[in-house]
């Protein structure tokens, strides 16, 4: 393990090491002996949706299960990842290089191309990493049939960039320098489209972290 990192949970205790010191998540596609980080295995994406599995540690859920969101995620309620416990979640979001390094961006180059789900990648990342809790999620299909998950209203919600809990300020950044590329999305929805998702928008702001209070100043 890189010196880095922080020491594992239990529950990935027993997940292999690559060469460079980084845990392979259960969910990561191997080639040639290798882990490709980028590429998620097909046949554990079903496996995790049908047998309840963490998509982290590929260890059983339990009634409760945290989604690993992006922020237009969280206001589409719409992602191509299954859920994990929530300890194997924060671990993720603290020491993930993509998820804990806002100015990071991931490598295309060589990614071998995954046509088990659907869905369309947004090319950025979004600084800030949403770890949504629900008891229950559906499968539906894309407009080229193939599967993506939409999550259930969350029982709780936690925000976290650079390692450590997020900034309502940098959550509210995120959310506007993303939420351009869902408007072009549904502009093609007409006037419906639109005011669904300025409903959504507002809705996840109601879950954003609560306001700092600046220095010297008491609250009371």
């Not at 990842?81 to 993720?92: D, F, Q, T």
């Not at 804990?100 to 789900?117: Q, T």
């Not at 996840?204 to 700092?212: D, F, I, M, S």
């Amino acid at each position: 393990m890189r010196p880095e990192l922080e020491p594992l949970p239990e529950r990935m205790s027993d997940l292999p090491v690559d060469e460079r010191g980084f845990p392979v998540p259960w969910f990561v596609a191997w080639f040639d002996g290798k882990p490709e980080f980028r590429a998620m295995d097909g046949l554990k994406w079903i496996r995790a949706v049908r047998e309840h599995l963490c998509w982290v540690c590929g260890g059983r859920l339990g009634v409760w299960q945290t989604f690993v969101l992006g922020p237009m995620c969280g206001i589409n309620r719409t992602t191509v990842e299954p859920p994990c416990h929530l300890e194997c979640a924060r671990w993720s979001a603290r020491n993930c290089p993509f998820l804990a390094r806002p100015h990071m961006v991931r490598r295309e180059d060589g990614l071998p191309e995954d046509r088990e789900v659907g869905g369309i990648s947004i090319p950025r990342n979004p600084g800030v990493a949403l770890l949504w809790t629900a008891r229950s999620f559906e499968i539906f299909e894309d407009d080229a049939g193939k599967p993506l998950i939409h999550v259930h209203n969350p029982e709780a919600v936690e925000w976290w960039a650079e390692g450590r809990p997020a900034t309502r300020a940098e959550v509210a950044h995120s959310v506007d320098t993303g939420i351009p590329l869902l408007i072009d999305a549904c502009q093609m929805g007409g006037e419906e489209a639109m005011a669904d998702l300025a409903r959504r928008k507002a809705w996840l702001e109601t879950h954003y972290p609560a306001a700092e209070v600046p220095a010297g100043v008491t609250q009371g």
